[in-house]
């Protein structure tokens, strides 16, 4: 057994944009102040009746084109959402269906933005079983149904969209490893308050607007870069690598000043570190396979490049993938 590689990536953006203006019209807010203190631009909203499993199915069909695959050879799939279309059945499951595939596991992850970092290396670990041929990984959300816009500190941040990658064993080495973390005593710094078992649906939660993702962004802004670049740096080390060695980092884009505080943090240029943020804002777990999408069909990404894609998110998790672009 050799490696596991990236096959193909592909995503999906809804067409429809809110701008910083827009948002101007709707709560206390200004261009300056949103492009000052995020980076953010604009970002994309999905229209009524389109659900997470729809972007995910669409990004996960782009991302098997791009491998030279039909969806009928994925042998699972793990998605990651913290939006997911509803409790259960779960998002992956959706997809399944509308790729048209049947027989095989799929199931969903929840470790918010760092899903697809979790993913890529759950997947990695189920390949390299021997067992399965051909994995999908799909991080896909619609934040814009879980964010409040009366809360001008959370609404200006959020978007949705999706993006997929397909993961083959290979001779090479792709997916080198991973560093994977969560300290769930952060728990309330970024959550979701109602709607689960312990805060059900009820006229009360409506009313209190529980249904709602709240945050404590000052707070998390500091963790944030004390765990992407923690991320960085033990994935790095377990490699023996310099940091010289990494061609591009794909960071989690949740503020540009997050990013930039990384970049200082780790003594690496900040111009290593992909950025697209002021396009979507934060789409959560989909970030990063969208921005790997990206930078690769930009040409970027040559092969033979080092990859390091680090992300933080609810829970709070963490991690850091290290990828050897091998398309
Ligand atoms: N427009 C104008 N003013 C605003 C806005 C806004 N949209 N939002 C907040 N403010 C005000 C505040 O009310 C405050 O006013 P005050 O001084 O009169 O009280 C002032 O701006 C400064 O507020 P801070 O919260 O200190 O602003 P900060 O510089 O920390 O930026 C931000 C806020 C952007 C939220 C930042 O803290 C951040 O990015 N934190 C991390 C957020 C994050 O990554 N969350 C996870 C993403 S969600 C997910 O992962 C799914």
């Known amino acids: 057994m050799g490696g596991v590689v990236i096959s193909g990536t592909g995503s999906f953006l809804p067409e429809q944009v809110i701008t910083n203006s827009d948002l ?4 206390d807010t200004s261009d300056e102040w949103i492009t000052a203190r995020t980076g953010i631009k604009e970002r994309r909203i999905c229209p009524r009746g389109m659900a997470s499993s729809d972007m995910g199915a ?4 782009r991302a098997c084109a791009d491998a030279g695959i039909s969806p009928s050879e994925v042998d699972f799939i793990i998605c990651a959402t913290v939006t997911p279309d509803n409790f259960f059945p779960s998002t992956a499951c959706i997809i399944q269906s509308k790729l048209g595939i049947k027989n095989i596991p799929v199931f969903d ?8 970092i979790y993913g890529l290396e759950i997947g990695k670990n ?8 051909t994995g999908l990984v799909v991080a896909s959300e619609c934040m814009s149904r879980v964010t409040d816009y009366t809360d001008r500190a959370i609404c200006v941040l959020l978007g949705d969209g999706s993006g997929a990658a397909v993961i083959k064993p290979s001779e090479e080495e792709g997916i ?11 728990g309330d710094l970024l959550n979701l308050p109602a709607g689960g078992s312990l805060n059900p649906a009820s006229f009360d939660t409506v009313e209190k607007r529980m249904h709602f993702m ?4 000052a707070a998390l802004f500091k963790v944030a870069i004390r765990a992407m670049s923690e991320s960085v740096n033990k994935v790095i080390e377990r490699f023996n690598l310099k940091k010289n060695d990494i061609a591009i980092v794909i960071p989690h884009q949740a503020n540009l000043r997050i990013i930039n505080g990384v970049a200082k943090d780790l003594g690496m240029p900040a111009d290593k570190f992909y950025v697209n943020i002021e396009k979507y804002g934060n789409m959560s777990a989909a970030c990063i396979p969208i921005a790997l999408d990206e930078a690769s069909k930009k040409g970027l990404i040559k092969k033979g490049d080092l990859i390091v894609t680090v992300a933080f998110g609810g829970g709070l998790t963490w991690g850091a993938n290290l990828i ?4």
């Open 109 to 116: 992850i929840s470790a918010a933005c760092s899903g697809f």
């Open 24 to 27: 101007e019209m709707m709560v």
């Open 176 to 186: 080198m490893g991973s560093y994977l973390s969560a300290d769930g005593s952060y």
């Open 126 to 133: 189920l390949l390299s079983s021997g067992v399965y041929k």
């Open 214 to 217: 709240k945050m404590e962004g």
């Open 324 to 327: 050897r672009w091998t398309k």
């Open 58 to 61: 669409e990004a996960s069909r």
